[in-house]
């Protein structure tokens, strides 16, 4: 799997990608991300990128040109086959672990990081394939939501993981929320680890997790057991 990301601050991304699971994925050839300076791509001598907005208004816009360059380019140097160009966009669609599994099915996707008040709407209508949010609160940028998707579709890739069906056991794969987890010690400041876990029983233990997760799905997020039931009626019709 392929990110191509389009920053005006590539440096942001640097520090996330070089711990832990995505480190180790780019290290085994997993995952490659190339991050690109938005200014290789401006117009003029000043690396200028944005400009201020049409109609008046505070804050300046990110410029069509380099945007429109920059992915040209990079589907010239590199071209994928299956490819997706996202734009991230406090009103796009809402990312959730559907969208993930659904990315994950590309070999490339070109991440296009906004700033300051916001990107050229011809680049939503007329360069990227769809617009992506992370969630109802504006964020100064792109970035952080460029690292939550290239950190939640890394999760998913053959091989990311050491166990590959880890992903099929965390919150929301099935539409559920995953059982609480405990560690040593048995009892810390009084609180004490639930028997079920220490009796060696593991028919039990897994009985006890499916109830665990159920509950706490109904009592904490109601919506994703409702569109669960939606689901399982539409593909009966
Ligand atoms: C300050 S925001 C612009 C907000 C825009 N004026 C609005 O109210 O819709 C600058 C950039 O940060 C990114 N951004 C901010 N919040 C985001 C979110 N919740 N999801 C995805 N991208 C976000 C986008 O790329 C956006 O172009």
Redesign the pocket.
Known sequence: MIFDVITAFPGMLEGPLGYSILKRAREAGILTVRVHDLRDWAEDKHHKVDDAPYGGGD?MV?MPGPLFAAVDDIRKTHPADRDRTI??????RP?DQETARRLAGYDRLIL????????DERVREHLADE????????????E??ALAVIDSVTRLLPGALGDEEAPTRDSFWDGSLDHPHYTRPAEFRGHKVPEVLLSGDHGKIAAWRREQARARTAERRPDLLQRRREDDEATKH
Not at 87 to 92: D, E, H, I, V
Not at 131 to 142: H, N
């Open positions: 804050g990110l734009l991230f966009c406090p009103q796009g990312y296009i990081c906004g700033r300051y008040k916001g990107v617009a992506i949010s992370i969630g109802d609160y504006v964020l100064t940028g792109g952080i939501p």
